[in-house]
């Protein structure tokens, strides 16, 4: 995916603004509250992801912003306008699905002509916006093949050309490379990203996958039992969760309990089962307070367990034992038991990780800076 697109050029907006606009939505289902008062801004031209385990309530947000479903109560706007007065079909949005949905019994090249042909869109400019949609998405020589002799990965580009086609000034997307292979999955994280990025549309993501999250995205909207956990750019979700949850479904991490027994202005010492940490940050606690502390695995360096009195003690050294260890390629994580607790680190194989054993006792260390001071 590496040409030029001069025909979308000008579906990027001229003004900064928004494209959706949600402002307290509310949606039941029978007794389960699928969406609790979610208010969030998208704006023009951002890949949006919304990130979460199955129920959150990610999809039915999506659905209703395409028209599919109706909140309770609570406001949409689309492009500034409010989304009651836009029926579905008139909506600037398109949807692609997990599943495709394509036509069988139709080519690709009428599979993606299709919604054209529907609104009586002219014979010549169809064949214009067809040619550029199919030749985006790198699927122009499958024109005249059906669904059933292309691919899981070619039936997913052809999926966006068909939307893309349509000129939507918002492209949803519910889970589409869910049912692809991982090394397929990947290659089209970066080339989906890629796409958004020529084209200036607003791409909002429907995914459970945090990886593919935080490599697409502008923004990310963390979502649990139909609220909003947190919302912000992908790197400051994972280098700063505000809740235990967040710190966990995005990514591995070590979630500690503590109470905090000394603070200054920009730093804090907490006795936790794993010993005295201290930590090089404000804490807005009192003395006395229990604390939730994370620490991401790849935050904490493993050494060689010195002997006798070759070492001195430094602040957050924590002897352990290595109880698991698992190789992965790049990086090993190690599960290691201190005391009767255990902790998770994750190390680069180019540091000589090799060199440690499973049982070995092992010198850990986790930086000031690492920790994390979660609000529950």
Excluded: W
Aim: net charge neutral.
């Amino acid at each position: 995916m590496t040409q030029a697109v001069p025909h979308f050029s000008k579906l990027v907006s001229t003004q900064s603004g928004s494209a959706i606009e949600t402002v307290d939505l509310v949606r039941h289902f029978g007794p389960v509250t699928a969406l609790d008062r979610i208010t969030l801004t998208i704006r023009d031209g951002e890949f949006f992801s919304l990130l979460g385990p199955s129920g959150c309530g990610k999809t039915t947000l999506l659905r209703i912003i395409a028209g599919l479903d109706v909140a309770d109560s609570g406001t949409l706007h689309i492009c500034g306008t409010n989304a009651d007065e836009i029926p579905a079909h008139k909506r600037p949005v398109n949807t692609v699905f997990q599943n495709y949905a394509l036509f069988p019994h139709l080519t690709v090249l009428d599979n993606v002509s299709f919604g054209l042909r529907m609104k009586k869109v002219g014979a010549a400019e169809i064949k214009a916006r067809v040619e550029n949609a199919m030749n985006v998405v790198e699927v122009a020589d499958l024109a005249q093949r059906k669904p059933h002799q292309i691919s899981g990965g070619q039936k997913q580009r052809v999926a966006l050309a068909r939307a893309i086609v349509n000129e939507p000034k918002v492209l949803l997307l519910d889970e589409p490379l869910g049912a692809l292979d991982l090394k397929l999955r990947k290659q089209l994280q970066v080339q989906l990203h890629q796409l958004q990025r020529r084209l200036g549309i607003t791409f909002i993501y429907v995914t459970h996958d945090q990886e593919e999250a935080l490599v697409m995205s502008d923004r990310i909207a963390v979502m649990n039992a139909g609220r909003i956990e947190q919302l912000d750019r992908a790197e400051n979700i994972y280098e700063s969760p505000r809740t235990r949850f967040v710190a966990e479904f995005l990514g591995s991490c070590n979630v500690i309990s503590g109470v905090l027994k000394q603070k200054s202005t920009d730093s804090g010492m907490v006795e936790t089962p794993l010993g005295q940490f201290v930590l090089h940050k404000a804490i807005g606690k009192d003395v006395g307070a229990n604390l939730s502390l994370a620490v991401r695995p790849e935050k904490i360096s493993l050494e060689k367990l010195p002997s006798g009195d070759k070492h001195t003690r430094r602040d957050n050294d924590c002897p352990a034992r290595i109880e698991e260890k698992i190789y992965s390629g790049a990086e090993t994580q190690f599960r290691l038991r201190i005391g009767e607790q255990t902790l998770m680190a994750t190390q680069l194989n180019s540091k000589g990780n090799s060199d440690f054993s499973m049982g070995e006792a092992v010198l850990a260390h986790i930086p000031e800076s690492a920790f994390i001071v979660l609000e529950d």
